[in-house]
């Protein structure tokens, strides 16, 4: 069945009327859809998917009549945020939070670091990355919605709990099968997690001291020093694959 999040879905009425022309669109001219097929809704509001069946069709709309609920429990128990330094391509973007969604990261922040190379981000380019994110969200039948946020710099003030920065060299760093997280802090019954990852040309010595000044832990992924969209991707699977 085809997936989509509608934000103001109401799952208290058994039928209701589409009238969203960018899905209306998509079912009718994209999909072809007919009379009694089916359609997943959800609306971010609970761990939920709606079941519906064209009931009606129209020209600009579609009348559905709901025949079941799904219970989802797909979602990590804890928050995981990737801090992504800046890459050099937009493209590298789309990608991290393409796939970054479909493997439960919570929210992703962009922030340009001493050595990112200059890339603006508009809000027209901001629209197109959170259509990216919501449709890996349907896509993946994830429920929850990650948010996407871009800095000027890190903001070391507004951070808490555990914090580990990616590192190329092996002095005074662990390695990432070494983190003991079950001894690490939770806010209130909720771990949280923010992985540091750097740009193109790696973090600077300035950027390096304030994360430790800070407490971050410092983790060195082995010899082989890998691009900054691969070294993200390898080490949050990892962080998921020891917290669920």
């Not at 939070?97 to 190379?117: A, H």
């Not at 709990?161 to 092996?170: D, M, R, S, V, Y």
């Not at 005074?172 to 802090?185: G, Q, V, Y």
């Not at 950027?207 to 969209?229: P, S, Y």
Request: glycine share 2%; aromatic share 14%.
């Amino acid at each position: 069945m085809n997936r989509f999040y509608l934000e103001d879905l109401e799952t208290s009425n058994y039928n209701f009327t589409l009238k969203n022309k960018e899905i209306v669109d998509q079912l009718l001219k994209v999909l072809r859809s007919k009379l009694w097929d089916k359609v997943i809704f959800f609306d971010w509001e609970d761990l939920y998917d709606y079941v519906f069946e064209i009931k009606e069709i129209w020209k600009k709309e579609i009348i559905f009549e709901q025949v079941d609920r799904i219970k989802k429990d797909s979602e990590i128990n804890f928050e995981l945020n990737l801090f992504q330094a800046l890459p050099n391509k937009l493209d590298k973007i789309e990608s991290i939070i393409k796939n970054g969604t479909q493997i439960w990261i919570t929210n992703f922040l962009f922030f340009k670091s001493e050595r990112s190379q200059k890339l603006n981000i508009t809000n027209k380019k901001t629209e197109r990355l959170n259509k990216i994110i919501l449709e890996s969200v349907e896509q993946s039948e994830r429920n929850i919605i990650p948010t996407l946020v871009v800095w000027d710099k890190i903001k070391f003030d507004n951070l808490e709990w555990i914090n580990i920065f990616l590192h190329t060299k092996w002095e005074n760093s662990i390695f990432l099968k070494d983190l003991d997280f079950k001894s690490m802090e939770c806010k209130g019954n909720k771990k949280i997690i923010n992985l540091f990852v750097w740009p193109e040309w790696w973090f600077s010595d300035t950027e390096i001291d304030g994360f430790e000044k800070n407490q971050f832990k410092r983790v060195h992924l082995g010899d082989r020093i890998l691009r900054t969209e691969l070294a993200w991707i390898s080490s949050c699977f990892f962080i998921i694959q020891n917290n669920i």
